[in-house]
């Protein structure tokens, strides 16, 4: 597969822009992202000098580089770069270099430039071509939400593109509970192929808002033998659909006249098996009319045909359709998915924090990454299971320290703030119980930290404060290897918790 043929995360369309930049004097930051390719004006001057329809920084008479920080309009894992030089000849960089992070999609400058903020170089310092398209491929298997183009030593860039998968930040755009569009692009929603798109591309089918014009839907030919169009959508994740929405926006004289919806649950990733074997498909909307410039709304006429994972929209006999929306719920195995997918894509660093919000231990953080990608819900914890139970002393006393004592408020020294809020949610029990109780809870755990040497550690969630004192009381015997062992099925159970509330998105 060409990674062209991917999304271009960074899209304007999609909410993609350039945040900030060392140098645009000649030619504005901007540009680099404008839709379609560069022109050329060759009278076209400013006050700065040539006219240029791309990004240019001025002629460096000093040490070092210029660089521009790209936001994607969703985060994702990227497949691959271009960086076009139209038009620059004389005046474009030797060599550029790109690198990219994981952060909050409204990260100000200075926080993308903090020495805290984790960049990855993606692509090593390579060379350009002048007035070309420069194309390079990208192999790292981390999601990121923002790219730092590094040009040597200065120049102009007429346009960036970064070809890859969406993978979205659930926790920052919302849940995934509920009815949504689930063939939105903004939520990983893919067009995976189509008979034809001559005059307008098939991805267009599933970008935010109305198409602006007619150049921005999904467009055939006219076609001038037998048989119909089609496009083929790959949900978000597996769903149950709900309604459907079909606009021909801007379409009016090249319109489809009908149109039919199919659906499959299929697992694979065998393209021409969903292209070809007709068998995978049901009917979800049976042959219906449609109008020039105008939303369909289909919700009645639907078929039940269960959990789906790709429609196929089929146009007759050919024509436009400006946008396709999908609503829909995911069950709780499919939300699940999501999560896994976010977590074996987060860059290292940011990887090994999540983790280390379930599980303090850092043997069992490093045992957790060195098995992604877990691809399912069941792997993640099978995984968390297996490492804990080679985990050493130190390492299960490493994981008890990042608990906060039972009915105690504030963290513990080692806890992240994801950690302390799970913490307190996990002992809400206490904050119901009586004066007295919670006296003798503090009594309790001085007197077991006296005996045992760490912290008194329950799976406190679904419990009240009254049965973790009893429980705390009921241990009290134990010899401090059988305690520690105790403790250490606990802290499982917790992990196991903590894991799931970390993969719901």
Request: aromatic share 8%; proline share 5%.
């Amino acid at each position: 597969m060409d990674f062209t043929d991917n999304l271009d995360l960074a899209s304007l369309r999609l909410g993609g822009a350039v945040v900030s930049a060392t140098d645009d004097y000649f030619a504005e930051k901007e540009n680099l992202l404008k839709p379609g390719d560069a022109v050329w004006l060759a009278h076209e001057y400013t006050d700065r000098g040539k006219w240029m329809d791309g990004w240019e920084s001025r002629r460096k008479r000093v040490p070092g580089h210029d660089w521009a920080v790209i936001r994607l309009g969703v985060p994702g894992i990227v497949r691959g770069v271009l960086v076009d030089t139209a038009y620059f000849r004389g005046n474009y960089p030797s060599h550029c270099s790109i690198e990219a992070c994981a952060a909050p999609l409204d990260a100000r400058p200075e926080e993308l430039d903090d020495p805290s903020t984790e960049w990855v170089e993606i692509l090593a310092k390579s060379p350009l071509n002048g007035d070309s398209k420069n194309r390079f491929e990208i192999t790292s298997p981390f999601a990121f939400s923002h790219v730092r183009l590094r040009i040597y030593p200065d120049g102009g860039v007429a346009r960036f593109r970064v070809y890859g998968e969406a993978v979205p930040d659930w926790r920052r755009i919302g849940h995934a509970r509920g009815d949504f569009d689930v063939a939105a692009a903004e939520h990983g929603g893919q067009v995976l192929a189509c008979s034809d798109m001559f005059f307008g591309e098939r991805r267009n089918l599933i970008m935010p808002d109305r198409a602006l014009n007619m150049s921005d839907g999904w467009e055939t030919r006219r076609r001038r033998g037998p048989g119909h169009d089609w496009s083929i959508v790959k949900l978000a994740g597996r769903a149950t659909l709900s309604r459907l929405v079909i606009d021909t926006n801007h379409f009016k004289g090249n319109y489809p006249d009908t149109c039919t919806l199919e659906a499959c649950d299929y697992a694979g990733d065998d393209l021409d098996a969903l292209t070809r074997d007709d068998a995978l498909w049901k009917p979800l909307l049976d042959r219906t009319k449609l109008q020039a410039h105008t939303r369909h709304y289909f919700e009645e006429a639907l078929h039940a045909v269960g959990p789906v994972t790709h429609l196929r929209l089929c146009v007759y006999p050919d024509g436009g359709v400006s946008r396709l929306r999908v609503y829909g719920s995911l069950d709780r195995e499919a939300r699940l998915t999501l999560g896994v997918k976010r977590l074996d894509t987060f860059p290292p660093g940011m990887a090994a924090a999540a983790l280390k919000a379930c599980c303090g231990s850092t043997a069992w953080v490093e045992g957790m990454l060195a098995r992604r990608p877990f691809k399912t819900p069941a792997a993640v914890l099978a995984a968390a299971d297996a490492v804990w139970s080679t985990a050493g002393d130190d390492d299960v006393l490493e994981a008890f320290r990042a608990h906060p004592r039972i009915g105690e408020q504030k963290a513990a020294p080692t806890q992240s703030a994801q950690a302390a809020g799970w913490s307190r949610q996990e002992q809400s029990g206490v904050s119901t119980a009586s004066d007295e109780t919670r006296a003798a809870l503090a009594e309790v755990n001085r007197a077991y930290e006296a005996r045992f040497g760490f912290v008194y550690i329950v799976c406190a969630t679904g419990r009240s404060a009254d049965e973790m004192l009893q429980f705390a009381r009921s241990r009290m015997g134990n010899e401090r290897d059988a305690e520690l062992r105790v403790a250490a099925g606990e802290q499982a159970k917790i992990t196991r918790i903590r894991l799931e509330k970390l993969l719901e998105p």
